[in-house]
């Protein structure tokens, strides 16, 4: 038991780890394509970036496969006609 826990927790810190150490990665690419005034791959990145960010934060938050899945894919059930709500016993998540 106590092996599977810290394995699991292992695998949680190298997926953060890895997604921190691709944050710094893009931080540089973001403050290169502003001083090479390339503004259109700017856009491009920031938003690819904030999908990313918002899809591990869901992952981190949660820390339950399914409701990540919820959270990340709620745009495709809302255009399903499907209200995504998740409630806790302290937190109520709405699309």
Same mark, same amino acid.
């Given at each position: 038991?106590?092996?599977?826990?810290?394995?699991?927790? &292992? #695998?949680?810190?190298?997926?953060?780890?890895?997604?921190?150490? +691709?944050?710094?990665?893009?931080?540089?690419? /973001? %403050?290169?394509?502003?001083?090479?005034?390339?503004?259109?791959?700017?856009?491009?990145?920031?938003?690819?970036?904030? &999908? #990313?960010?918002?899809?591990?934060?869901?992952?981190?938050?949660? +820390?339950?496969?399914?409701?990540?899945?919820? /959270? %990340?894919?709620?745009?495709?059930?809302?255009?399903?006609?499907?209200?995504?709500?998740?409630?806790?016993?302290?937190?109520?998540?709405?699309?």
């Amino acid at each position: 038991m106590m092996i599977s826990k810290f394995n699991s927790l &292992n #695998k949680e810190y190298e997926s953060n780890f890895k997604f921190l150490h +691709n944050l710094l990665h893009t931080c540089a690419e /973001l %403050n290169q394509l502003i001083n090479q005034k390339k503004y259109d791959e700017l856009d491009l990145l920031i938003q690819s970036l904030s &999908n #990313k960010t918002i899809k591990e934060f869901n992952e981190i938050y949660t +820390n339950s496969p399914i409701f990540s899945t919820v /959270l %990340n894919h709620k745009d495709t059930f809302n255009k399903l006609g499907y209200k995504a709500k998740i409630n806790t016993h302290t937190t109520s998540y709405i699309n």
